[in-house]
């Protein structure tokens, strides 16, 4: 049997991308082949390399259309995509030649918080801010807008008052790490 492929894109550290190459690293039927990113200096290129995964960097001009990204993904045969912290809103091209194959994870309970500009810790500030007393992990599909395609799953997670930004963005990560990984894998289990 063929193994579905995944690429990673990241921008940043790469803590959750390092999540996905621990859970895929062994997996039958599923494997992490190239991770992409707009960051020369991204932590998670260390990370792939300690991997051994192939990674791309592009700058910003070639997300703006995305065809030499979809040229490559298509020579690397990638079947899916995961969006781990990266930046950049993937162009319409990329997201009509991967319909319901790419996913995201937004560090909030969407539609709340979502949005251009709502990522890290504008997220969990703004969360603090409007005192609620949940927060939490959205997993969806992407299409060309932000934080708008369809919602595969949320995790949810209690919020004391007396937490800080810094304290939510804590609770929301440990969910992502072990929520993302095993969420992506279920749903490309149904595609094989």
């Given at each position: 049997?063929?193994?579905?492929?995944?690429?990673i894109?990241a921008?940043g550290?790469?803590?959750n991308?390092?999540?996905?190459?621990?859970?895929?690293?062994?997996d039958?039927?599923?494997e992490?082949?190239?991770?992409?990113?707009?960051?020369?200096?991204?932590?998670?290129?260390?990370?792939?390399n300690?991997?051994?995964?192939?990674h791309?960097?592009?700058?910003?001009?070639?997300w703006?259309?995305?065809?030499?990204?979809?040229?490559i993904?298509?020579?690397?045969?990638?079947?899916f995509?995961?969006?781990?912290g990266?930046?950049?809103?993937?162009?319409?091209?990329?997201?009509?030649?991967?319909?319901?194959k790419i996913?995201?994870?937004?560090?909030?309970?969407?539609?709340?918080?979502?949005g251009?500009?709502?990522?890290?810790m504008?997220?969990?500030?703004a969360?603090?801010?409007a005192?609620?007393?949940?927060?939490?992990?959205?997993?969806?599909?992407?299409?060309?807008?932000?934080?708008?395609?369809?919602?595969?799953?949320?995790?949810?997670?209690?919020?004391?008052?007396s937490?800080?930004a810094?304290?939510?963005?804590?609770?929301?990560?440990?969910?992502?790490?072990?929520?993302?990984?095993k969420v992506?894998?279920?749903?490309?289990?149904?595609?094989i």
């Open positions: 049997m063929t193994k579905k492929r995944v690429s894109f921008s550290s790469g803590s991308a390092e999540k996905f190459f621990e859970y895929f690293q062994n039958t039927e599923i992490i082949v190239s991770v992409f990113t707009n960051n020369k200096s991204a932590g998670v290129i260390d990370r792939a300690r991997f051994a995964i192939p791309h960097v592009y700058n910003r001009t070639y703006e259309t995305g065809e030499t990204i979809i040229e993904l298509e020579k690397e045969k990638v079947d995509i995961v969006l781990a990266f930046m950049l809103l993937i162009p319409g091209g990329l997201v009509k030649a991967y319909p319901d996913f995201n994870i937004h560090p909030a309970l969407l539609p709340k918080f979502g251009q500009g709502m990522y890290g504008n997220v969990h500030k969360v603090k801010v005192a609620e007393t949940e927060s939490g992990i959205t997993i969806h599909f992407v299409n060309e807008n932000y934080d708008e395609g369809q919602i595969i799953a949320q995790v949810s997670c209690a919020i004391d008052s937490d800080s810094e304290e939510i963005a804590k609770k929301v990560l440990r969910l992502e790490h072990e929520n993302y990984p992506v894998a279920e749903v490309i289990r149904k595609s």
